[in-house]
């Protein structure tokens, strides 16, 4: 059964550093790796979608790799601003053996940036 | 610029009781999706509908019905509630089921089962 794990569980940083969120997931044969921001008391904005054919995606100031050998899943946020604290969490598509967009998440890391 | 909207935004029941669940989009998507948020648990799938007229189950589906209305709308419904119940439930749709289609999700349902 696919397990996703996210460590740290929460992280705290000053702004303007760059940081690194990590995601492991124990079954590598995955679609793809969607990685999401939730705000408090919201619902969860999609931020990057790597297939597993790629090895990573870019949008703006976010970076996310994807390893499937490994299992590992990095979402790189660059000259961090205190608008990015929020949750985020990643998800993998296809722990159910297919290509069907039923997601598998892991519990999210709590990311607060400093002023 | 509605995207996935989900009602009521909170609701507190008694053990026993019945409610659904609304949701709707206007993004003219194919699939929708019901998932369960607990702490520490990270969110489970319930139910989805690759597409109109057809629903099956996800993850944690015990204790829950769905009905895909038609294309726009999607509700879940407990018939009788109980305090394992008690999460926050997203709704969530995609322009396909499969392939590379982002989730977009509604801002969530509330739900406290005395």
């Known amino acids: 059964k696919q397990e996703v794990t996210q460590i740290p569980a929460a992280l705290s940083v000053p702004e303007g550093e760059n940081l690194v969120l990590n995601c492991s997931f124990t079954d590598s044969a995955i679609y793809n790796l969607q990685w999401f921001r939730q705000d408090p008391g919201k619902g969860l904005t999609s931020l990057l979608l790597?297939?597993?054919?790629?090895r990573e995606q870019t949008s703006g100031r976010l970076n996310a790799s994807l390893d499937k050998s490994s299992g590992r899943s990095t979402l790189y946020i660059a000259a961090s601003q205190p608008g990015d604290s929020a949750t985020y969490l990643c998800a993998v598509n296809g722990g159910y053996g297919g290509a069907t967009n039923k997601l598998i998440f892991g519990t999210g890391t709590l990311l607060a940036v400093q002023p | 610029n509605a995207g996935v909207t989900q009602t009521p935004k909170f609701q507190v029941l008694k053990t026993g009781q019945s409610m659904t669940l609304q949701c709707a989009q206007d993004?003219?998507?194919?699939?929708m999706y019901w998932y369960r948020q607990d702490p520490g648990m990270g969110l489970r799938l319930i139910y989805y509908s690759a597409s109109e007229g057809t629903t099956d189950k996800g993850e944690v589906p015990n204790g829950y019905n769905v009905s895909r209305l038609n294309k726009r709308e999607f509700s879940l419904r407990l018939e009788s509630a109980a305090p394992s119940q008690t999460s926050v439930y997203f709704c969530?749709?995609?322009?396909?089921?499969?392939?590379?289609?982002?989730?977009?999700f509604g801002n969530g349902t509330r739900l406290t089962v005395t």
């Open positions: 969530a749709s995609s322009l396909y089921s499969g392939g590379n289609s982002p989730l977009h």
């Open positions: 993004m003219n998507h194919n699939s």
């Open positions: 790597i297939q597993s054919s790629q």
